[in-house]
């Protein structure tokens, strides 16, 4: 394997990021002063977390897709990932993380009505109100409204810190030592303007949060919430990175992109797995010797006609019935066929 691999694709954690040279002077970034790590995770979100790095390190991508994540690694670029549903397009960020230790993932799944401030912060000014005015009606201990004596206070801002929350993308650029991976998930269910919104943020590597902004002169300092839950401090109301975060773009190829956002991105195309890939799939998902005990299925799932479109995600519904219901006469055996070619229907075709 070429020496200039740092993410290689094995499926095992190694120290490969402490060896990412450099990057390009127009991608190199002058974050403020590093945040901390994000803290352990909760148990729920471990197991999660646990089931995302199973299907990880069973990951196996082919030598354009490993050539092209250490492009965008190199480049400080992010990764525009294009390819059938069920492809592999997510798990590729998953494995990223996983092999050179990156931590949890940043997930951003768009819909129509995603925008890029869903991505960067969320301002709870209703809920700040609220509380603002319920501490104004309180007594205090002279007897008046605690709006006598302004309100909130002690806190940088009147407390606007606690009502403000980074976005998955907001946390991805916030200054850390090792980059972050954020998996954008599905960009092309987006609104049309949401690829060219993003532009600014992707070029610059920074955002500003203008209600923090406008308090900058008083309180130079705030501390948020990250997507991690984590408190971190927010200095003028800008947010800029230091190791920009390795980024994955996802489409079905529903839609085009603008070209101002494809020239910033490393453009990879996974196409539709192969046996082999299944076979690894299958075994990240239902255990060692699953391929091989359910070969037959897989097989069934590959054969056919030119154009069908299949998903993954139905190939797993089969096993996972199959291995459910426990069929074995003959006469559930002509169940689990008929049952097995009916979840496996084309996806372009409805009779």
Known sequence: MSDW?????????HDGIEHLPPPPPWRDFDGGPLVAPPAPLDPSSERRL???HREASHHRPGETERELVNAALYLRRPLLVTGAPGSGKSTLAHSVAYELGL???????????????????DYDAIGRLQDL????????????????AGGPTGEPGGGIGRYIRLGPLGTALLPAARPRVLLVDELDKSDIDLPNDLL???EEGEFRIPELERLAGSAPEVEVLSDDGARVTVRDGRVRCRAFPFIVLTSNGERDFPAPLLRRC???HIPVPDKERLAAMVRAHFGEGAAERYEAVIDRFLDREPGDVRAVDQLFNAIHLTQRAGWTDQDEEE????LT???????????
């Open 133 to 148: 005015q319920i501490a104004r009606a309180a007594p205090d201990a002279s007897g008046t409204g605690a709006a006598a």
């Open 103 to 121: 931590g949890r993932v940043l997930g951003w799944p768009v819909v129509s009505r995603s925008t890029l401030r869903d991505g960067l912060y």
């Open 266 to 268: 490393i453009h990879l």
């Open 341 to 351: 070619a009916e979840l496996m229907r084309p996806l372009d075709r409805t009779r």
């Open 200 to 202: 600014n943020v992707l």
């Open 50 to 52: 646990g089931v995302q």
């Open 5 to 13: 691999l740092i993410y290689r694709g094995a499926g095992a954690p």
């Open 335 to 338: 169940t689990r066929r008929r």
